[in-house]
């Protein structure tokens, strides 16, 4: 078994070295013709204009393509702003189109092939290590070795898995024209699904669900003998690729708008934005189902569910964040604080996060329905801010670069506004809690190693106080570890939710509020 996991592990290297040395490939010629075909009609003759001097000139690498680009772009527009010529500038940035379009690569004319010698070799080597993992070993979670591993304890290969992940989350969201080489490669499967070529965000949320798939795999090696966290993988694998990943392809193939139906506002933040409504207004029947099917998550679905589950219900069970955290970043989930100081970042941070989703939420309907009479400006300035800082750079960069760092929640704990939404209902109006027995708790500090959201469970195991943190995503693998049954997951009744007469311990009692 070891050398099918070797192999496996081969096969998988083979794969991400093929995938990170697609940019490389290929030359890039730019005519007239590819310019006027690539660019908005209210551009193409300027465009055409400004990009003559690279016309007939064949780019060796896609670096020297798009720094010739840059210039002669660049010059044009800068000139307009020094003369104060706004409304002559340039916005739009073809660079992602044009390097479409002028590439001449092997990938371009062989997209499956590249697509099962990157993407494929990691797959089918990824399942031959996760597969015989496990094998022959007793049932039960474990945490043997894993703070003398150099991947799963900020070692060395934790830190190039970080850095590797950070630099492709950079290139995805602002330098996208340097991957078009991997964004032709899945080409073929966007036009299967949707009818349209694939754009930078079909090439990632194919990795994403394949990335989930296969980790899942592993988990339901890690989990066996646990039905309820093999449910709960299996349901977040189901939700990513069905409607995360599948579902809104087809809609778009069936000329009806792109539309994730488990993504909820305040985490879906550019649900109410203008040009979500007007597309969801003029798209008849189906769009106005979405529309309100968005507000009904909004104003009943969360209170209701999270009442009668805690935010377990979304946040380990149908969430593609929470997925992706607890199969691609669940060796890393022993990473997160427990610290006090942590905790009061944590809750600073993200209930800001949600204060500025919901003030960015009022102004942009309030500018919708008075015609953006009111602060129209200042709102699209807003939600550029809030893409950037918080869709961008601490959703995506930080939230999963940061896996091998801080642990596999940090997007969830400290930045998801939702989470925090679904937080609060959780910590003041909700069965859900975790309840413990500290008589029977032995400190062997398994729950509190184990939780991903930074919690010391064990702190308030050895109290016999019940666990009522907002950041709980409820995943249960606390209670899984427990050598001594100590910690359970409960939805009963409200009534006495806080135990306040936690054991004593010395001379005096010992709470936390929560």
Not at 123 to 142: A, C, Q, S, T
Not at 156 to 177: D, H, K, R, S, V
Request: overall charge positive.
């Amino acid at each position: 078994m070891k050398i099918i996991q070797s192999i496996g592990i081969l096969l998988f290297l083979i794969g991400l070295a093929v995938f990170t040395a697609m940019p490389f490939l290929g030359n890039y010629t730019l005519t007239e013709e590819l310019v006027l075909s690539s660019t908005k009609d209210i551009h193409q003759e300027k465009m055409a204009e400004v990009l003559a001097p690279m016309y007939g000139e064949t780019y060796s690498s896609n670096f020297s393509f798009l720094s010739a680009y840059k210039v002669n772009f660049n010059e044009y527009n800068e000139a307009l702003k020094a003369e104060s010529k706004w409304d002559e500038v340039i916005w739009d940035d073809y660079s992602l189109p044009l390097a479409q379009t002028s590439l001449s690569s092997p990938v371009r004319d062989s997209p499956w092939l590249f697509f099962g010698l990157s993407i494929g070799l990691a797959v089918l080597g990824g399942l031959m290590y996760n597969l015989p993992k496990y094998r022959g070993e007793p049932e039960g979670i474990k945490n043997n070795g894993i703070f003398h591993s150099a991947m799963k304890n900020r070692g060395w290969m934790g830190m190039i898995t970080g850095a590797y992940l950070i630099l492709f989350y950079i290139i995805l969201y602002w330098f996208p024209a340097y991957i078009v080489n991997q964004i032709w490669m899945v080409t073929p499967l966007s036009m299967l699904l949707s009818g349209n070529p694939a754009s930078q965000w079909f090439l990632y949320g194919t990795i994403y669900t394949l990335a989930i798939t296969v980790m899942g795999v592993r988990m339901f090696r890690k989990y066996r003998g646990n039905k309820y966290q093999q449910l709960r993988t299996a349901s977040v694998m189901f939700f990513q690729t069905a409607f995360a990943f599948l579902i809104p392809e087809i809609l778009v193939l069936l000329n009806q708008p792109y539309f994730d139906f488990k993504n909820i506002w305040p985490l879906d933040y550019d649900f109410f934005y203008d040009y979500q409504i007007d597309t969801f207004l003029s798209s008849g029947g189906v769009g106005m189902f979405m529309l309100i099917w968005g507000i009904l998550l909004i104003v009943i679905g969360v209170p209701t569910f999270t009442y009668f589950f805690g935010k377990r219900w979304y946040c380990s069970w149908v969430c593609g964040c929470g997925g992706l955290a607890e199969t691609l970043g669940d060796p890393y989930r022993q990473l997160s604080d427990k610290s006090v100081k942590a905790w009061k970042y944590e809750r600073v941070i993200i209930h800001s996060v949600l204060v500025l989703a919901v003030v960015m939420t009022a102004l942009t309907i309030v500018n919708y329905f008075s015609g953006f009479a009111l602060l129209g400006n200042v709102t699209n300035q807003l939600h550029s801010i809030y893409g950037f800082a918080i869709g961008s750079v601490f959703a995506g960069v930080i939230g999963t670069g940061f896996y091998p760092f801080m642990g596999n929640r940090v997007w969830c704990r400290f930045g998801c506004p939702l989470a925090a939404y679904l937080g609060l209902v959780q910590r003041f109006k909700s069965r859900f809690r975790i309840t413990t027995n500290g008589g029977q708790c032995i400190s062997c500090g398994n729950c509190s190693t184990h939780c991903e959201m930074g919690i010391d469970v064990r702190w308030y195991a050895q109290r016999g106080q019940e666990i009522v943190r907002s950041s709980c995503v409820g995943c249960g693998v606390c209670s899984s570890v427990c050598p001594r049954g100590v910690l359970k997951l409960e939805n009963g009744s409200t009534e006495n939710r806080i135990n306040e007469m936690p054991i004593i311990i010395g001379n005096d009692s010992i709470k936390i509020n929560a």
